[in-house]
């Protein structure tokens, strides 16, 4: 094994351990040291396989580190997420790139399923990889039970 750069999430952290996830592949590496890394940060980073074993790994160099927000919101989705939603089936993704940078989704949610749906989106490590992969900071779900709709944005700094 060789030295990898790439860009990647921490799904698990303790004192003396972390996770790290690259977004782009998914392949997961445990490291055998924590140099101070906590859950949902992105790293842009060079880890290397730790000799002997090679089976955990070392980060390498760090060129940027941010951290990835979490929001539920109490907003509604805006008008314009809803105009998406309104031809749309229950089950249905709309997916827009926002002007810049980042990307909006639209899903049409049974009402009764709409806190779980969000709370689903705001648990999934997927969405920290996806926010990481756009080079978003902040992922914003926002929810309307009378219109059926969630939005999930995708948000720059």
């Not at 309104?86 to 909006?104: F, K, N, P, S, Y």
């Not at 920290?128 to 992922?139: D, M, P, S």
Request: aromatic share 2%.
């Amino acid at each position: 094994m060789s030295e990898k750069t790439g860009t990647f999430v921490v799904t698990h952290a303790e004192p003396e351990s972390a996770v790290v996830r690259d977004v782009e592949t998914a392949q997961v590496h445990p490291l055998a040291s924590n140099p101070g890394l906590e859950v949902h940060d992105v790293l842009e980073a060079t880890i290397a396989p730790e000799p002997p074993l090679e089976v955990a790994w070392e980060v390498i160099d760090v060129a940027e580190r941010r951290s990835i927000e979490l929001v539920d919101s109490d907003l509604e989705p805006t008008q314009h997420e809803k105009a998406l939603a309104a031809d749309a089936e229950v089950g249905d993704l709309i997916q827009e790139e926002r002007a810049g940078t980042g990307e909006l989704h639209v899903f049409c949610v049974p009402e009764d399923e709409l806190e779980a749906a969000a709370q689903d989106v705001l648990e999934d490590e997927e969405t920290i990889a996806r926010a990481a992969r756009l080079e978003a900071v902040r992922v914003e779900v926002r929810c309307s039970a009378a219109d059926g709709v969630m939005s999930v944005r995708y948000l720059p700094d």
